[in-house]
């Protein structure tokens, strides 16, 4: 998965509009960011050989961050 | 000789809790999305005073008014519930007397959750195998809802109340017709879905009676369940998939030899996510939890039952049998079904 795909899937998780995520925005900005996004978030680094731990999810501050946790690179 | 199920009954409770309802009660819990998401619409919920046993009785006395059965043929009852009429006795043996199943008959209380159907059948399984018994009234019952908090909309979605009623016989068969099994145990993962009030650890008290919001804005006590609904999905991926494997291994078949996947019906988003992680077609893969929700141990029974009147299994058919939940606690077997009564 590129960074670009990434960046969509969160839009979509996030309910944005496509291209909305570039990465920096913090997590406490963003309104649906809950523990239901949470569970997609995991899932979507699950779907791409991933395995988080919700510690780590809860460590992550940004978009850029959790990009980072599901091996994704920038 | 070895077990076979021969019947398989549920009760739902009367009473329902609906999309509808819940988005009246808690506008602000966007209800209608939750649902869109795990796949449930209506929950059952039992009534003030009803408890597992009322349910568990009911759904044994349909089986018995199918025909399946009379009480006085069964020589064991063996009924999963982590909510029990009392501490002591087994409920089993209050729904013994109820009944009117033959004193000669044994009957236990065992504590699981939702891998509880699969345990149940291990248990069955072994006991008939080892000419303990012929004749089992394997009930999974539980009330839920009466451990959790009303405004606490991470479990208040979730979970249903229902008891499940399944007759295991005897049968002069060379095979088993149930088995092999996996089991697993985590218990670390306790504290992510549990009462932490109430046992022995730490008994009911004022103090544990104090509500307080989460950081969802969920409200509970240490009275009421606690679900940490992200660890209990990385739980169920990471260990469903090896659970899997190593059933298939154990029974010396391939993903494709198996005719219907019935896993725990947890919610819809965990399961479609496994379904196409193990790249089960959804054909093979049995979907019941929109009009009951996760009924526990109940899940699984109900979704049999299912199978079987939708056409989805017939005599011959392999089942693969999936639970896994609250413990950690997990399990899996196979299933050559005979036909229910």
């Not at chain 2, 291990?122 to 008939?128: E, K, N, T, V, Y």
């Not at chain 2, 009930?139 to 909309?153: E, F, G, H, Q, V």
């Not at chain 2, 989460?214 to 469903?240: A, H, K, P, Q």
Request: aromatic share 6%; with cysteine.
């Amino acid at each position: 998965m590129t960074a670009q795909e990434f960046l969509l899937e969160m839009d979509d998780i996030l309910e944005l509009p496509a291209g909305t995520l570039a990465g920096p925005e913090g997590l406490d900005t963003l309104a649906q960011w809950n523990s239901s996004a949470m569970i997609s978030f995991i899932a979507l680094a699950d779907t791409h050989g991933a395995r988080v731990a919700v510690r780590q999810v809860a460590g992550c501050a940004t978009v850029a961050d959790l990009m980072r946790l599901a091996g994704v690179r920038e | 000789m070895q077990a076979a199920i021969s019947a398989i009954e549920y009760h739902l409770p009367e009473s329902t809790l609906t999309t509808e309802d819940l988005s009246a009660q808690f506008p602000e819990w966007q209800v209608n999305k939750v649902d869109e998401k795990s796949g449930i619409r209506t929950r059952h919920i039992a009534a003030e005073g009803e408890c597992a046993s009322d349910l568990a009785v009911l759904a044994a006395r349909k089986l018995f008014d199918s025909g399946a059965c009379s009480p006085d043929t069964i020589d064991h009852v063996l009924l999963c519930t982590q909510t029990p009429d009392y501490l002591l006795p087994s409920t089993a043996c209050l729904i013994q007397d109820r009944l009117a199943i033959p004193t000669t008959a044994g009957a236990f209380d065992f504590n699981l959750g939702s891998s509880g159907y699969v345990y149940g059948l291990g248990l069955a399984h072994g006991l008939i195998g080892t000419g303990q018994a012929s004749r089992i009234l394997l009930l999974t019952a539980d009330t839920y809802s009466k451990i959790l908090n009303p405004r606490d909309k991470s479990v208040r979605t979730v979970f249903g109340d229902a008891a499940a009623a399944t007759l295991l016989v005897a049968e002069d068969e060379p095979a088993p017709l149930i088995g092999p099994f996996v089991y697993g145990t985590d218990g670390s993962g306790g504290p992510n879905l549990i009462v932490p009030a109430g046992g022995m650890r730490r008994p009911h008290s004022p103090e544990t009676a104090v509500e307080s919001e989460d950081d969802s804005d969920n409200v509970r006590s240490r009275d009421n369940l606690y679900m940490s609904g992200g660890d209990i999905f990385v739980f169920t991926i990471g260990v469903v998939p090896k659970l899997i494997d190593a059933l298939l291994r154990k029974a010396s078949i391939g993903l494709e030899d198996v005719d219907l996947f019935v896993f725990h019906q947890a919610n819809r988003y965990i399961l479609e996510h496994l379904r196409k992680r193990m790249k089960i077609p959804a054909e093979k893969f049995q979907l019941t939890l929109e009009h009951c929700g996760n009924t526990v141990s109940c899940t699984i029974p109900i979704a049999l039952k299912q199978a079987a009147l939708e056409g989805r299994l017939r005599k011959g058919s392999r089942a693969m049998l999936v639970g896994f939940g609250v413990g950690y606690s997990w399990g899996a077997t196979m299933l050559t079904w005979p036909g229910l009564h």
